[in-house]
C-alpha cells in the first residue's frame, strides 16, 4: 500500500483549503492514511509530517503497520492526546470531518485545548479522507477484486445447498462458515437472507422462517479481506415460479444491467439511477423500487459515492461502487440483483461475475 502517496493526496488537499494540519479520527480513514487498523487511534497530518497517536495496547502493532509515521503512545484517548499535541505545535488551522465527528466528540477536542485557542483552531471540512477514498489505487482495486471473486465462489457454493424447509438462519450459518474456511476475516455486514413473502424486505435479516417450497430467496452478502468489503446480492427462486414473479425478475434484471452498461467516467451518479429507474418506471414497478441504485465500497460497505437520484457528481476511474436496484412489493414478494463495478478509463468492469440469469432450483 502506498501510504505517502496518499498522505501526499490529503496535505495538499489541506493546503488547497488553507489549513495548517489535519485532524483524522474515524478509524477507517487512519487505516487508509497510515496502515495502522488498532481501536483507538488519531492521526495528525502537518507541513509534511505524520504523527499517529494510541495507546500501550498497541506498541508492536502501530510499529509494524504504521512505518513511515511517527507513533506517540499515550494513555489518554488518543483523540485528546492528538487534540493536545496540535495545540501546542502552535498551528493557526487544524480541519476535522464534520460528517463524523459527533457534537459530543467535538466538544471534547475543544476541551483538550487550551481556552485562548478554542474558537478558532478546529475548522470543520466536509469528509476529507472519505472524497479522496473513493478512488481506489491500484493495491485497493487487487484487494477488492479478490474479496468480490470470493464472494462469487460462496454463492456459486450456495446454489448445490440452497433448499425449501432450511431456515435462513440456516443459509447465513452455513455461508459464514464457509467465508471463514476460505479466508475471510469477516462478513462485511450482517448476512441477508429473505425468503418467500420476507423477500419484500430490502434488509431482511436471516429470520428463523423456513425456504418456501415456492418462493425468491434474496441473498445480500459480503467478505472482508484484508480490510477491504466486496458486496453482492443474488435472488434464486426455489420451485415452479408464478408468471408475474417470473415479470418482475426479467425486469429488475433489465434496470440492474441497463444501470451496469452506463457505467463510465463522466457520467453522473444521477445518470446511473436513472437509467435503472426508468427501466422500472417503463414496467410500473418504479414505486416498488424503494432505495438508491448504489453506494461505493471498500474499506466500509458504503463509502462515497452514492448513487441516487439527482446526484450530480461524475464518476471516474477507480471508484468501485455497487449496482443494485431491487423491486419488493410487500405481502407478496420482493427481489435485488446487486454486482459490484469497478469505473475504467475505457468504462466499466463487473468485479462480481456470478450468473445473474433467472435461476430456478
Ligand atoms: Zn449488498
Ligand atoms: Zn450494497
Known amino acids: 500500500m502506498n501510504y505517502k502517496a496518499r498522505k501526499r493526496a490529503a496535505s495538499q488537499w489541506m493546503k488547497r483549503s488553507g489549513l495548517d494540519a489535519l485532524l483524522i479520527t474515524h478509524l477507517p480513514d487512519v487505516r487508509y492514511l497510515c496502515g495502522f487498523t488498532g481501536s483507538n ?20 502493532q502501530a510499529k509494524e503497520e504504521a512505518g513511515g509515521t511517527k507513533v506517540v503512545i499515550e494513555k489518554k484517548s488518543a483523540v485528546t492526546a492528538a487534540c493536545e499535541w496540535v ?11 464534520a460528517s463524523i465527528t459527533t457534537v459530543a466528540a467535538l466538544e471534547g477536542m475543544r476541551k483538550a485545548i487550551p481556552a485562548k485557542v478554542r474558537r478558532r483552531l478546529f475548522v470543520a471540512s466536509d469528509a476529507p479522507v472519505a472524497t479522496l477514498r473513493q478512488v481506489k489505487d491500484e493495491d485497493e482495486i487487487q484487494k477488492l477484486r479478490q474479496a468480490a471473486k470470493l464472494g462469487c465462489s460462496l454463492f456459486d457454493g450456495m446454489l448445490e445447498y440452497l433448499r425449501p424447509g432450511l431456515t435462513e438462519i440456516d443459509v447465513a450459518a452455513t455461508l459464514e462458515y464457509r467465508a471463514r474456511q476460505a479466508g475471510a476475516e469477516a462478513m462485511s455486514f450482517e448476512t441477508i437472507v429473505a425468503s418467500g413473502p420476507r423477500s419484500a424486505m430490502p434488509h431482511g435479516r436471516a429470520s428463523t422462517a423456513k425456504l418456501p417450497r415456492r418462493g425468491f430467496v434474496t441473498l445480500d452478502f459480503g467478505v472482508v479481506l484484508d480490510g477491504y468489503m466486496s458486496d453482492m446480492t443474488r435472488t434464486v427462486h426455489l420451485g415452479k415460479a408464478q408468471p408475474e414473479e417470473r415479470d418482475v425478475y426479467d425486469a429488475v434484471l433489465e434496470a440492474q444491467e441497463a444501470a451496469v452498461a452506463a457505467v463510465a467516467p463522466g457520467v453522473s451518479a444521477g445518470e446511473i439511477d436513472e437509467a435503472a429507474r426508468s427501466v422500472l418506471r417503463r414496467a410500473g414497478l418504479d414505486r416498488w423500487f424503494t432505495h438508491s441504485t448504489g453506494h461505493g465500497v471498500g474499506l466500509e460497505i458504503h463509502e462515497l459515492p452514492r448513487l441516487a437520484a439527482k446526484q450530480t457528481q461524475k464518476l471516474e476511474p477507480g471508484m468501485v461502487i455497487t449496482i443494485e436496484p431491487g423491486v419488493y ?12 463495478v469497478l469505473v475504467t478509463s475505457e468504462g466499466h468492469e463487473i468485479l462480481t461475475p456470478s450468473v445473474k440469469a433467472w435461476i430456478e432450483l
Not at 509534511?48 to 500501550?56: A, C, R
Not at 495545540?87 to 493557526?92: F, L
Request: charged share 20%; with cysteine.
Open 87 to 97: 495545540a501546542d505545535s502552535g498551528v493557526a488551522s487544524c480541519g476535522f470531518d
Open 329 to 340: 412489493m410487500p405481502g407478496k414478494f420482493g427481489l435485488r440483483i446487486e454486482d459490484m
Open 41 to 60: 487511534a488519531a492521526l495528525v497530518l502537518t507541513g509534511g509530517k505524520s504523527v499517529l497517536f494510541t495507546d500501550g495496547r498497541y506498541i508492536q
